[in-house]
């Protein structure tokens, strides 16, 4: 089911750079993801009539750091990371580099997830379960944030909307979603979103279960953020709380 918001509608993805697959569920593979990836642009999935697809994924996938990329799963198609890799990455090697927006939509990313350092970001009706941030330490580096997006960079802004973070788990700070933005003027939108059942491991001493925010300007509505833990802060932890807004929160 796609959820409408006022904030992200889905992008237009008719016009595609790149399709994933020539119609039978064999040719939907990893092999077939990197090369499209690499080109950014629009990728769509042609998987055959009706099939839902996994594709396993062994290595972390690099998005393009030149073009704007559209990863377009049409409800049908989940990565999996197999708990050995990161999923999606993004690595300008520049927090301060700014120059294209990932747009993950309608896609299911399950046991990795997704690292982005410099890129923006936006989520559409995508669903992110089971993903662990295996580090043990909070610092850049160490691994251990965000269990399903770990996000960094300077100016650089998210959106997501009628997105599901069920079950992911990080060793230090925030299950589902850790963001570090560095002025006020960098946003932070959520719009019917739900955090589930995320949590910090028992050994990790940490914050978030659900979202860790620092910085920017930070809004939620129409989400539900329940049953996440961690040693401080089980829900959301915000390190600047006078720039943030909530609208229609259940806890």
């Not at 796609?2 to 064999?26: E, Q, Y």
């Not at 965000?146 to 599901?164: E, H, K, P, Q, Y």
């Not at 979603?177 to 028992?202: G, P, Q, T, W």
């Amino acid at each position: 089911m796609t959820i409408s918001c006022d904030f992200c509608a889905l992008r237009n993805t008719s016009k595609p750079t790149s399709i994933v697959g020539n119609g039978t569920p064999a040719s939907c593979n990893q092999s077939a993801l990197v090369a499209a990836l690499l080109k950014g642009g629009i990728n769509i999935f042609n998987c055959g009539s009706g099939h839902n697809i996994t594709i396993n994924i062994n290595v972390s996938l690099q998005i393009s750091s030149i073009n704007d990329t559209i990863i377009d799963g049409a409800g049908i198609a989940t990565l999996n990371g197999l708990w050995r890799t990161r999923i999606l990455k993004f690595d300008s090697g520049d927090f301060l580099y700014s120059t294209p927006t990932l747009t993950v939509q309608r896609l299911r990313l399950s046991n990795g997830a997704l690292g982005i350092l410099g890129s923006g970001l936006i989520i559409s009706n995508s669903h992110f379960e089971t993903n662990t941030a295996t580090g043990n330490g909070g610092n850049l580096g160490n691994g251990g944030n965000g269990g399903a997006i770990s996000f960094d960079g300077l100016g650089r802004n998210n959106t997501i909307c009628g997105t599901r973070f069920t079950g992911n788990q990080a060793n230090k700070f925030d299950g589902p979603f850790f963001r570090v933005s560095y002025n006020v003027s960098e946003k932070h939108i959520f719009d019917n979103v739900l955090a589930d059942s995320n949590f910090i491991s028992i050994n990790g001493n940490g914050l978030a279960g659900g979202f860790y925010i620092q910085g920017g300007t930070v809004t939620i509505r129409n989400g539900t953020i329940a049953d996440n833990s961690a040693t401080g802060a089980g829900g959301i932890f915000f390190v600047n709380d006078k720039s943030v807004t909530l609208n229609n929160v259940n806890h």
